[in-house]
């Protein structure tokens, strides 16, 4: 249901030798089913460039730089969205970089670390350089996730912009997609986040305009689960972890049950792996919600990364 995924970034990777574990979320057999584009938490050229290499001996085409991380402890450390206050820092490593670069480059980024604005002063010479994409969540990092994604911004943005742009921030379900398509008529590239733990079918409904039936949904829900843990047990190998990655998992995918509360939070609560299996048994077979946007809105943007 997806065109392509976003690898979860890949920091500290070095200019010598990548360490496997750097490669693990891109490499072509952990990638059966999706196109999947390696992305890197950087402030270094030569780290950058390194990573790209190695990517490129996977098949990779595309590398992705993340400039739009906002937290503290990284943002203070110049990369993601911090390094959007080093305008000069910034482009001197495009410099450096898209001239050797083997694979092309897209940026993923926010409007600014502090302010609106320190994204567009960036853009007459951004668009000067060979960049595959601009993927932009319009919101500054200070904010993190509250607030609503600015769609005013987004449009300045991309009216200024030379280079193909993806829309990304607060799509929840069709209904916002469709709003957010008729409010920028010239984006033909989205990407989901939240929306997409929350609930699995909304990229596929994306590219096909409708979720599959309802009486189909329960057990096509059924069959990811199984396939989440089963990938859940061949990277983290012991039930402790296992039961951890499946209820940040859940986190999210509970958001589109309506009326289990009693449910979610047993499932939260459980130090038992099969318990919690037994639970997401349950909460499987009753009703799912695809219409998300006012839960998002109350309850689920107090879940972010
Ligand atoms: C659990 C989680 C992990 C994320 N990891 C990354 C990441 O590694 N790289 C990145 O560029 N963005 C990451 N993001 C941010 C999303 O890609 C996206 O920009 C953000 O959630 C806004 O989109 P949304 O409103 O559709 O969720 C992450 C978000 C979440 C919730």
């Given amino acids: 249901g997806v ?5 979860p970034f890949a920091s500290n990777v070095g200019t010598g030798k990548i360490n496997p574990s750097k490669l693990a979320d891109i490499i072509p057999q952990n990638n059966k089913y999706n196109q999947c584009i390696p992305q890197i938490l950087s402030n270094n050229a030569d780290e950058i460039l390194a990573y790209s290499n190695a ?7 595309e590398l992705n730089w993340n400039l739009g991380c906002p937290f503290t402890r990284i943002a203070h450390k110049k990369k993601g969205a911090g390094m959007l206050l080093y305008p000069d820092d910034l482009f001197s490593i495009l410099d450096k970089v898209l001239p050797k670069i083997p694979v092309s480059l897209s940026i993923k980024t926010r409007l600014g670390m502090n302010r609106p604005d320190e994204l567009q002063a960036m853009m007459e ?4 350089y060979p960049i595959s994409k601009l993927i932009l969540h319009p919101r500054i990092g200070i904010l993190k996730y509250e607030g609503f994604a600015d769609i ?14 993806v829309y990304n921030g607060d799509i929840t379900d069709l209904k916002s997609f469709h709003r957010f398509q008729s409010q920028l008529p010239g984006i033909s590239e989205w990407m989901p986040g ?63 049950f ?23 048994d349950e909460i499987l077979q009753t009703p799912t919600n695809m219409d998300i946007e006012s839960w998002f809105r109350n309850m689920g943007r107090h879940i972010s990364y």
């Fill in 3 to 7: 065109d392509a995924v976003y690898a």
């Fill in 55 to 61: 990517i490129s001996q996977f098949g990779h085409k």
């Fill in 125 to 128: 010479r951004l668009n000067t």
């Fill in 152 to 165: 005013e911004a987004f449009s300045n943005i991309a009216s200024i912009s030379t280079l193909p742009m």
């Fill in 194 to 256: 939240r929306g997409a733990l929350i609930n699995p079918f909304l990229p596929g409904a994306m590219l096909n305009g409708s979720y599959p039936p309802v009486t189909a949904r329960n057990q096509i829900l059924k069959n990811f689960q199984h396939d989440l843990l089963e990938g859940c047990y061949q990277t983290k190998g012991n039930k402790r972890s296992v039961l951890g990655s499946m209820k940040a998992i859940w986190g999210y995918m509970s958001g589109m």
């Fill in 258 to 280: 309506e009326n289990q509360d009693d449910l979610i939070l047993r499932m939260k609560r459980t130090p038992d792996l099969d318990e919690f299996i037994k639970l997401a």
